[in-house]
């Protein structure tokens, strides 16, 4: 029989389960051919609405494309949605009539399944939602695999393509997609799925987070603080490790003998492959919030330099540890970081075997950074026990309009998020005038 403790932990996990469920924001559309939701007023197809509609040099793109080849294939009763640029949108896009006549058809049709997604996307379901709805998209980027949730890909390494995603949610009675207002919500439903006429054109990611940070220019002391402070650390490592090894070692030699320190590029970019060959997840995607160089400035940070000397503190904590194999030690700014790129995790509670909490989904634009995420399981599932769940370590709030953000617990002042939804490959980044200091830090 079950006792009262196991028995406790099962309903406390179902329990959790639901809440990150219900919470969660990512939510992809049912396969094709299901069954579109009843739509009485739905008397034409898609394509048909879509001729009739102000979105004429779409549906010219779409005309010349192979998009109709490419659905059929899918189904004979395929069900979709279609979100279409008007003229406006397209033009102020730089796709004007001499521009779509002159594409490869392969362009068009890339530009086609980016806007096109399977299943229903109506203005009913929209409307019932806090969070985003989160539309997988036709179109892949080859060469890129996040790891496996839907089983699409192949081998022993399990993973999923990558798929452009947008995140679409209503605000009034406009429609917003991965945060940005892209017109008032105009929705056509069809016999065969739906349709939505946009004002503005879908922004198409193609920076990583860690390419886009680099051409801004407004986050060097962010950036360059973590490369020197990996540098320092991995130097560290190769210290201790030349007399236990007889040798010097490279730093290439490092890496795998501290996995357990997050290096500054990593979750950033396109990882390389583990081994010649390997095809595996090669790219994270989350939400990161960039604090400024100003940023920096406000908490007495005038220089890179003042930021390394703050580092040294702990230096001495910093070493390899000849009975775990391992690097152990960081550095003070390492946890304030943490807050920024990875939902503070390193504080995410373990089990006495290790085990830690699953990750959920953190990909969260703009228009939904409020105080409804501050419940929101960052962590939840897998091997670890419910009480090891990890909820939200960041508290949101809405002052005069503005986002802020801040650890909970923390005696600092709350940043301000100055602009929202820089989009990525990586997912959203959002800008911050403050560093999110943990509570109980000590900057003096």
Known sequence: MMNIRNLRSVILCSGLLLLAACTKSEFLP???????????????????LLAASPAKLYYSAWQKSNIKTILKAKSSKLVYTVFAPNDAAMQAAGLTAAVIDQMPVAELDSLMMFYTTLGPVTQTELKQRSDNFVVKTLLQQPGLYVPYFENTGEGVNRYDLYYYKNYVGIKGESLLINGKNLGKLNYLPAVNGGMYILEKAIEKPTKTILEALRADGR???FLESQR??????????????????GYRPEPEEVLPYIA???????????????????????????????????????AGFQTLAD??????????????????????????????????RDWGRMYQPLTAGGDRANANTTVFYGNVLNAGLNDYMVNVGG????????????????VNNSIQMKAKGSSYPAATVTETDINTLNGPIHVVDRLIFPKGFKLN
């Not at 090669?282 to 919030?289: A, D, E, K, P, Y």
């Open 383 to 398: 091997n670890a026990p419910a009480e090891f769940a990890y909820k939200m370590p960041i508290e949101f709030s809405s």
């Open 228 to 245: 020197l402070a990996d540098e320092s650390y991995i130097e560290a490592m190769i210290n201790d490790m030349e007399p236990l090894f």
């Open 260 to 298: 357990n320190r997050k290096m500054y590029h990593v979750g950033w970019g396109i990882n390389e492959p583990i081994y010649p060959g390997y095809i595996g997840p090669n790219i994270t995607i989350s939400t990161l919030f960039a604090p400024t160089d100003e940023a920096f400035y406000k």
């Open 307 to 340: 930021v390394m000397k703050f580092n040294e503190r702990s230096a001495s904590t910093i070493h390899f540890d000849e009975n775990l194999f391992t690097g152990v030690g960081g550095f003070p700014m390492d946890t304030v970081y943490n807050f920024h």
């Open 30 to 48: 049912d396969p094709e051919g299901s069954q579109v939701p009843f739509q009485p007023e739905a008397t034409q197809t898609v394509e048909e």
């Open 219 to 221: 986050f060097t002391m």
